[in-house]
């Protein structure tokens, strides 16, 4: 499903305010480590100097918008006060699960960074979603989103506009996971997305398994340049018109065992000086908009999983 692209073809350039932008090579934190770990080995690597692209779904440009004040969404989530603080970054270590989504519906796990004023909103959306009006089927996929004017005529899913620069020659976005948790497993499978501010740049990093797999240049961005005012975790549904919510993360209540709960451990944000730290109790607000539908538990900080909650439930008719 994927195709490799001359790196200065690919969909990004094609954004006016970004004609003359030069790739950005070299980021604050690069570490190499073995991503055969996670595709076994059967993963397809674009040759040098070229990017695999997704073969996009024609149509349904912005499918659902992703903002709190629109009509169908339904949230179970943590976020940063909002006390002047700038944040820099963001990640976590989510947990993968497959839920069971009708075509109208999405379910998403995701990490968003936003800054600016609710009608000119800019937002980073980073995690996996559920989404078969975007990807035509319902495989847990890898999945982003940004918007630089709150969801009115900028910003897209994935790659299907301008703007995301893709530097990995790795398909990662829109990638369906190879293995997701299951219900009571030892095991459970995991992934930690990052999103960071380049200090140099000023450009939005995207980092999967250690690499940076591409970034939003600062161009793009009227608020998000300065840094995020808002950090918020967690998951995210859309209801069919009939008003009926999918599930959301193992389409359970949250409980402590992390065997029979979606979760995230190790909450960090990047402070106003770069620096990756566990977010603090007292800079957060917990949101659920639809107790009898979805539950968020804050554990707080544990030794051995840093900054935790567990969040999901089964949905349903959760009101409005």
Known sequence: DFDCVDIYKQPAFQHPLLKHHKIQET???????????????NYQICPKRTVPILRQRNGTESVHLDSVDYPGQHFATIETVLDGNIYRGAEALISLHNVTVRDNQ???SQIWLENGPRNQLNSIQVGWAVHPRLYGDTFTRFTIYWTADG?????????????FVIVSRIPWIGIAFPRTSVYGDKKSISFTPQVFQDGFSGNWALKIFNEVIGYWPKELFTHLNKGASLIRFGGNTFASPDGISPPM???RFPVLDYQKSSYYL???????????????????RR??????CYRLSYWGYQKSNGVSFSFGGPGGNCGV
Do not use: M
Not at 266 to 284: A, F, G, M, P, T
């Open 151 to 163: 969801y009115k005529n900028t910003g897209c899913y994935n790659i299907k506009c301008s703007g």
């Open 27 to 41: 980021f604050d934190s690069d570490e190499n480590i073995d991503k055969k770990n996670f595709y076994g080995t």
């Open 106 to 108: 999405y379910s998403k």
């Open 249 to 251: 993360g193992n389409e």
């Open 266 to 284: 190790y909450v960090k944000v990047k402070n106003s000086n770069y620096q990756l730290v566990d977010i603090e109790d007292r800079r957060i």
């Open 287 to 292: 949101y659920a908009d639809s107790y009898q």
